[in-house]
């Protein structure tokens, strides 16, 4: 059978462990806050009143592009390009293509940054296949301008950071949402996951400041995994109508 990601690529490897992909979901729900185009969100009302939901979705058609059979892996893309064309049919405008861009960059460069974060360094070789497999989801959802190297892309995306992201009242609001929906003390987590993340550009605009205060109790939860308790941890962290849909997460055993 023929897959949309080989069964053996490291990408795999990266989306198939819940814990991956819930520091892929932190650094997602920053750059979301600051991108310039986070008003076509906010248009479907969508964002603001499931925020989580939202993001979750995001993450989860990826994850669902990156395990399935390879036709079924164009459905779902199309499927993507279907929902994004209604949105714009209503709104009778078209969604800029950088935003495209920007969204499937946060997707390559989490995907390395939360697996170094919480595995080990990637080689270029390892990193270039991570771009592979999202310029070859671009391509197939007809994102124009995409670079055709990881190397190419390392200065694109520094580009797309300094241009695409300010802090406007979309950014306050949404900060307000994502405290709101995930009490005061996930809260802090979520963002103390952002500062061990994201870029130093990201960081800056939201006053995340740069000392990663649970990066000690990262290093504890990570030892954990030895003895098969950090899933009872993190359950104990997470929202309750959200354990269900990470635990799902979890492909790979650690």
């Not at 979901?25 to 964002?47: I, M, P």
Request: glycine residues 6%.
């Amino acid at each position: 059978m023929k897959y949309f990601v080989n069964e053996h690529s490291i990408v795999r490897q990266i989306w198939g462990k819940g814990d991956t992909i819930l520091f892929i979901f932190a650094g997602a729900s920053a750059e979301f806050a600051l991108n310039k185009a986070v008003d076509w969100l906010y248009y479907t009302g969508r964002l603001p009143a499931d925020p989580l939901g939202r993001l979750f979705s995001t993450v989860t058609y990826a994850r669902g592009i990156v395990f399935s059979e390879y036709n079924q892996a164009l459905q779902v893309i199309e499927k993507i390009a279907h929902i994004h064309k209604a949105v714009e049919d209503s709104r009778g405008a078209e969604i800029p293509q950088w935003s495209y861009r920007d969204v499937l960059f946060m997707l390559i460069d989490y995907s390395v940054r939360s697996f170094e974060l919480l595995e080990r360094k990637l080689s270029a070789q390892e990193k270039e296949e991570v771009f592979e497999v999202f310029y070859r989801m671009g391509t197939q959802m007809g994102i124009k301008d995409l670079p055709a190297s990881h190397e190419e892309w390392l200065p694109v995306r520094h580009q797309h950071l300094k241009e695409d992201l300010v802090k406007s009242k979309f950014t306050v609001d949404l900060y307000k949402q994502y405290r709101a929906h995930l009490g005061s003390i996930r809260y802090l987590i979520l963002k103390q996951a952002q500062v061990m993340l994201v870029p130093e550009l990201i960081r800056g605009l939201l006053g995340l400041g740069n000392i990663p205060y649970l990066l000690p109790a990262l290093k504890i939860y990570k030892f954990t995994r030895i003895f098969r308790i950090d899933q009872a941890l993190r359950n104990a962290i997470l929202p309750e109508a959200y354990k269900d849909q990470v635990k799902d997460l979890d492909v790979i055993s650690v």
